[in-house]
């Protein structure tokens, strides 16, 4: 069991990957991250720009770590998207957003503990052309 409690940070380890290598993403603290989607999001999310609206029960996660002035590699927290039945929350479009810590706390989730403390990822993510989504930049793609 991880330390947050999360199932998801127990098994998004196993889900598939769709970045080529760990790039730096300066919307996310300018850690190094990765791009991993679970079975019933993955063929969606693999459509990128092009597809519609991605079904309820997909999860993406995102986890990411930095780089020391020393080379010391550090945990970074966990980002989690999940899509939620329709109705869950109109100003997310449905998802759920979840940020871990690397301790395993859990800072907040749409409409749950802390809810308020995740509502920037909202402000950012529903400018996305599809569904909230904002994928990988293009070189990093596989
Ligand atoms: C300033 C804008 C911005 C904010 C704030 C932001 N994100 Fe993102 N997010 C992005 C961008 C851009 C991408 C895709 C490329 C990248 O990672 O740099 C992304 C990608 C993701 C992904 C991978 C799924 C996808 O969209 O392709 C997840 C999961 C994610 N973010 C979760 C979160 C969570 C959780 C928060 C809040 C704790 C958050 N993000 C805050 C801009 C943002």
């Not at 380890?13 to 679970?38: C, D, L, M, P």
């Not at 990411?64 to 550090?74: D, E, I, L, Q, R």
Request: glycine share 12%.
């Amino acid at each position: 069991m991880s330390a947050s409690g999360l199932e998801i940070a127990d098994s998004y380890g196993a889900w598939e990957q769709f970045n080529t290598v760990a790039y730096k993403s300066y919307t996310h603290g300018g850690r190094f991250v990765n791009n991993i989607a679970n079975g019933d999001g993955a063929a969606s999310y693999g459509e990128y720009e092009d597809g519609a609206a991605l079904p309820v029960g997909t999860v993406l996660a995102k986890d990411s770590f930095a780089v020391s002035g020393k080379g010391t590699v550090v945990a970074g927290p966990l980002f989690v998207m999940e899509k939620m039945p329709a109705g869950f929350d109109a100003e997310s479009q449905d998802w759920r957003y979840t940020l871990v810590m690397p301790n395993g706390n859990v800072i907040g989730t749409t409409n749950g503990a802390g809810s308020g403390d995740v509502a920037f990822c909202i402000d950012c993510h529903v400018y996305a052309e599809r569904d909230s989504v904002l994928f990988i930049p293009e070189e990093f793609r596989m």
